[in-house]
């Protein structure tokens, strides 16, 4: 079975942080660029960030770059997403995400976060 799971989400104060877990599994992992999606209520989602199979980052929003890092462990078929500094802005469904062309894309079930005092 192809999937992605993340685990990791929860409650955390302001200034807090978190990191997510996405378990990849059915699939060459190594051959995946990995991306991190968030939607907050009531919006779109949004493309966080990104990291192709050889390890190439970039950052699409802005006011995240230097708070949220991506990173991945092949041996561990895993993608991290570490969150810090975080502020109620920042509470959203993350969604963890595989693609590799020439393939079907990859879709984990998502994982709140909610930052809240």
């Known amino acids: 079975q192809v999937q992605l799971v993340e685990s990791g989400g929860g409650l955390v104060q302001p200034g807090g942080s978190l990191r997510l877990s996405c378990a990849a599994s059915g699939f060459t992992f190594s051959r995946y660029a990995m991306s991190w999606y968030r939607r907050s209520p009531g919006t779109e989602r949004e493309l966080v960030t990104k990291i192709t199979a050889t390890g190439a980052i970039t950052d699409y929003v802005d006011s995240l770059k230097g708070r949220f890092t991506i990173s991945r462990d092949n041996g561990k078929n895993t993608v991290y997403l570490q969150m810090n500094s975080l502020e109620p802005e920042d509470t959203a469904v993350y969604y963890c995400?595989?693609?590799?062309?020439?393939?079907?894309?990859?879709w984990g079930q998502g994982a709140q976060v909610t930052v809240s005092s």
């Open positions: 995400h595989a693609f590799r062309l020439g393939f079907e894309a990859i």
